[in-house]
């Protein structure tokens, strides 16, 4: 009888400390709310969204689209048209839209295409590739100088 106190006190601790140890944030998760303020702040757009078909992004399952993450620029005053590309060899291979952007240099890394149309220019990324957000700055410049190119 003395030992059911004991193993019931064990049990009630355990639980108590499994539940507060299953609150705590991964580092991961951590970074990438890190990640995706920095960018709010400097003017980005961060947002998951359904990876769109001619992006190539494999699907998560058969039926279901992978979520990737789709930073953005909204450019007010801009008047652009309709462009989508892949990136490939880390190049731009147009889609949908004006050729010129063909083999235009990518050098930022874990960028799966590019969008732009009417005044917002985004790029859908591989987050992961970039946890401590050294890139952002060069995103953002790219995402600019692709509006006014």
Known sequence: MENTGIWVAVIVIVFVLGSV??????????????????????GLHPRLVAAPEWTRIPMATEKRASMVAYYSVL??????????????????????????FNDFPI?????????????????????????KAEQLDDMKALLIHLAEF
């Open 21 to 42: 140890l299953g609150l705590k944030v991964s580092p991961r998760e951590k970074a990438l709310g890190i990640m995706r303020d920095k960018a709010r702040k400097m």
């Open 75 to 100: 450019l007010p005053e801009a008047r652009l048209s309709l462009m989508r590309a892949r990136v490939e060899d880390q190049k731009l291979k147009t889609v949908q839209g004006d050729e010129k």
């Open 107 to 131: 050098a930022l890394k874990g960028i799966y295409a590019i969008d732009m149309q009417a005044n917002c220019v985004g790029l859908y990324w591989q987050e992961e590739s970039d946890l």
